[in-house]
């Protein structure tokens, strides 16, 4: 687990430009706002990372494969933007997502350390439900024995 968190900690600081040789990036045309733009320059950008590519951690694989990004016939994450107008912005917009996917489904897998405080809060929690069912008990008891005097 520790080591886990560590490559987390590693992981946020993780240059961008490492990241973009470390993906396949394609480009195409896309919709949306550029009036004439869209119909020439080819603007959407597509990111395709294999999911068993070295530098992802094995432990996030099984996050990965259930998001909605994964593509099972290549086993693959693709990620595509087409938001901005410029090319650079939505290459940098797809590794940005990329990396928010990757660092999310690494971390999901991970359990965090319960606080000493969070113990002794359930402890005390524990305690009180306990004399709570206790009080109850006692009450119903006695009004049972104080119906039992009734009847003789």
């Not at 394609?26 to 068993?52: D, W, Y």
């Not at 259930?66 to 650079?88: F, G, P």
């Not at 359930?122 to 009847?151: H, P, T």
Request: hydrophobic letters at 30%.
């Amino acid at each position: 687990m520790r080591q886990a968190r560590e490559w987390i900690s590693r992981f946020k600081d993780f240059p961008v430009s490492l990241t973009r040789e470390l993906v396949k990036l394609s480009f195409s045309r896309s919709s949306g706002p550029g009036g004439q733009n869209v119909n020439k320059v080819n603007t959407k950008a597509t990111a395709r990372c294999a999911v068993k590519s070295s530098w992802i951690p094995l432990w996030a694989h099984t996050a990965l494969r259930a998001s909605r990004y994964y593509v099972k016939s290549t086993d693959t994450i693709v990620i595509s933007s087409m938001e901005h107008r410029s090319q650079a912005e939505n290459v940098e917009e797809c590794l940005t997502k990329l990396r928010g996917l990757i660092q999310s489904c690494a971390s999901a897998s991970l359990k965090t350390e319960t606080s000493q405080a969070q113990k002794e809060r359930v402890e005390m929690l524990k305690q009180a439900a306990g004399d709570r069912r206790r009080k109850e008990k006692n009450y119903r008891s006695a009004r049972k024995r104080s119906r039992k005097g009734d009847w003789e």
